[in-house]
T-cell receptor, first 115, second 109 residues
Framework: NAGVTQTPKFQVLKTGQSMTLQCAQD?????MSWYRQDPGMGLRLIHY???????DQGEVPNGYNVSRSTTEDFPLRLLLAAPSQTSVYFC??????????????FGQGTRLTVV | KNEVEQSPQNLTAQEGEFITINCSYS?????LHWLQQHPGGGIVSLFM???GKKKHGRLIATINIQEKHSSLHITASHPRDSAVYIC???????????FGKGMKLTVNP
């Protein structure tokens, strides 16, 4: 099993450009989420999904879009990149069934710089 | 005030020492996660627990639900244990995780 595959690992964007961060998991997990990690702060939730066709906003959703057309894939789109979006991004997944939720599996991270 | 607080924020230890990392939280939870992030950046799940104690190799995690507190212990620490250790809680009735800021551990040979 590949687990959670996140691409790209590094990216530099110019202000105003758009891009998509890819996230795929092969564990048939229902719950997928995107976080950003900034110095001195804990991981913050951007968007999440509890299953195909269902997405919702997290703590810091502005400037990002998501979709969940399949169980496996959960891409994160930056529509108009801004320097404030310079960060390290992590995708994560888990099997979620209320009290039976499992441990979380994380992608390797994407280091994004917006100049 | 953050919902999840970790202490200490940084810790330097000598190889072989017994290490304790603490996590306190202020919300009702269904589970608590301990995660490890190495300098390369990847995040790995170490434990998920909702009560009692779990052990894996040299790592032991405990949780006290009444006191809203968890500890991660590392026995016979080794330089390869150097990493950031992150505590995260899953709020009761939610799939969302709330993260602490992490604790940077350096183990010197």
């Amino acid at each position: 099993n590949a687990g959670v595959t996140q691409t790209p690992k590094f990216q530099v964007l110019k202000t105003g450009q758009s891009m998509t961060l890819q996230c795929a998991q092969d564990m048939n997990h229902e719950y997928m989420s995107w976080y950003r990690q900034d110095p001195g702060m804990g991981l913050r939730l951007i968007h999440y999904s509890v299953g195909a066709g269902i997405t919702d906003q997290g703590e810091v959703p502005n400037g990002y879009n998501v979709s969940r057309s399949t169980t496996e894939d959960f891409p994160l789109r930056l529509l108009l990149a801004a320097p404030s979006q310079t960060s390290v991004y992590f995708c994560a997944s888990s099997y979620s069934a209320g009290l039976s939720a499992t441990e979380a599996f994380f992608g390797q991270g994407t280091r994004l710089t917006v100049v | 005030k953050n919902e999840v607080e970790q202490s200490p924020q940084n810790l330097t230890a000598q190889e072989g020492e017994f290490i304790t990392i603490n996590c306190s939280y202020s919300v009702g939870i269904s589970a608590l996660h301990w995660l490890q992030q190495h300098p390369g950046g990847g995040i790995v799940s170490l434990f998920m627990l909702s009560s009692g104690k779990k052990k894996h190799g040299r790592l032991i995690a405990t949780i006290n639900i009444q006191e809203k507190h968890s500890s991660l212990h590392i026995t016979a620490s080794h330089p390869r244990d150097s990493a950031v250790y992150i505590c995260a809680v899953r709020r009761g009735g939610s799939e969302k995780l709330v993260f602490g800021k992490g604790m940077k551990l350096t183990v010197n040979p």
